[in-house]
Structures are given as C-alpha cells and as structure tokens.
C-alpha cells in the first residue's frame, strides 16, 4: 500500500493544504485538499473517499471534485462516511442551496455522487481494501479509519482530543504498518484543544503511551500559524515514533 499526503494541514494558507490522503491513486481519505493537488486526469481516477466528519477542512474538495469530472463518461464519486456526516453533506454542502445536490444529477438513477453510510466497526470493501470506521472523540461526529490490503494497514484517527477505542482496535490491528494522527495547537492554547475536541504536542504525547506498536505516527493538522512552535513542542516529546508529515510526499508501507 502507499499513499500520497495531498494536504496535510488544520488551515489553508497559499499552498498549505488541509486534509487529505491518496491511497494507492484511487482511495481519498478525507477531501480537504483533493483538486488543490491533483491534474484533471489524476481526479478522474478518484472514486472513493471515507470521509472522517463534515468539517470543511475536510471536506471542502467535494464539491469541486463532482464538479470538475461532471462530463466524464461513466464517472460517480462514492463518498463513504458516518450516517451523521452522511446527513450533513446531504443537508449543508449538496443541498441545492451552497451547490448543486449532485446526488440525483444527472437522474436519479446514474448520479455522479454517492453518499453512502458505514457503520461503527464494521468491515466493508472499498477500492480493493477493508476499511473499518471507528468513533473518536471529536466536536462533531467523527470516524477514524483503518484501511488494510491484507499485507499493511494504516491506520487514520481523523480529528480527535483523547481517546479510547481507536487505540485499542488500532494495538489489535495485525498489518499495522502507520499510524495518522493529528496535532493541532501549540501546548499554550491547550484550552482551546480541548474545548475543539483537538491534540497539543502535551496531550499527543499522552495519546502515544495508550499505541502499543513500534509504527511510525505520522502527524497532520497543524494549524498554520503555529507550525514552528508545534514542530518544535512534537519533537520536545522525544518519541521516535512520531513523524512530521510533508505535503506532496508518497509514503510506502
Ligand atoms: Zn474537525
């Protein structure tokens, strides 16, 4: 399995991308910052996303993705999420009122978007590989994901403050080959992180005691203004494991 990091960021500044994952060049892991990265010919071939939850720093490539490949023959996004987040791409983003609601465009019958539920813990096919949604502790509904090819597993807690059972399926994954996990404020607005459902470097290192596994983990969701202070904080907490993603970059597991 690989995947390419086309975002990896809590804000959007110039071309610092929010948050978005390729897995093997077909699967999205969240939809931040899809066309922002990619060629026409390299959107067409997107046709699945899990998406965590409905903020917009995860979502906001959606629309522009259905838009952009509208005329291709054939062409059907299929966006797997939480039936919560389900009901709010449904009801706030494809809702005839901030864009079309490409769910029944062009008929009902063959549209170009898909929105499909998955359900806590469940195993379900997509793109070749098993992903499994588990809950994690965000401001809104929010689902990690594990994603497995039978050989390597990577694991995505999407959005989170502390949590539980992700850890505890994640520490049980067999192929697990990586880790992605978040880190979003400077230790000083720990408040702020937690009132948010966000990490600080002080509660990462925390969370990283509860993984079992010698993986690397991987961290996203820098808010862009304080990226020097909290590069500086993660790397204070002295855990080998834990890796500053780079935006552009392509990761074999
Ligand atoms: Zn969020």
């Not at 838009?67 to 389900?86: K, Q, S, Y």
Request: aromatic residues 8%.
């Amino acid at each position: 399995m690989k995947f390419k990091v086309l975002g990896c960021y809590g804000g959007n500044v110039q071309t610092i991308g929010m948050t978005a994952f390729l897995v093997n060049d077909v699967l999205g892991l969240d939809g931040g910052w899809v066309t922002g990265a990619l060629s026409l010919p390299e959107q067409e071939k997107v046709r699945d996303i899990l998406i965590s939850h409905a903020h917009l720093d995860h979502t906001c490539s959606l629309p522009f993705i259905v838009d952009n490949n509208f005329a291709v023959p054939g062409f059907c996004l299929r966006i797997h999420a939480l039936p919560e987040v389900v009901d709010a791409l449904q009801n706030h983003l494809f809702n005839n009122s901030t864009w079309p609601d490409f769910t029944c465009l062009p008929n009902d019958k063959n549209p170009v978007l898909r929105l499909l539920e998955v359900h806590d813990e469940q195993p379900f096919y997509v793109a070749g590989l098993t992903a499994r949604a588990i809950r994690v502790s965000h401001l809104v509904p929010t689902a990690g994901f594990i994603v497995d090819d039978g050989q390597s597993a990577l694991a995505f807690s999407a959005d989170t403050g502390p949590t539980h059972r992700f850890w505890e399926i994640v520490n049980d994954t067999q192929n697990l080959k990586a880790i992605i996990t978040e880190c979003s404020f400077p230790n000083e607005l720990q408040r702020i992180a937690d009132i948010s459902g966000h990490l600080s470097p002080q509660t990462l290192g925390e969370e990283v005691k509860k993984i079992k596994r010698d993986v690397p983990i991987f961290l996203y969701g820098f808010k862009p203004r304080f990226i020097p202070v909290l590069t500086e904080q993660v790397q204070a907490l002295s855990d080998p494991r834990l890796v500053l993603l780079e935006q552009g970059r392509t990761y074999e597991l």
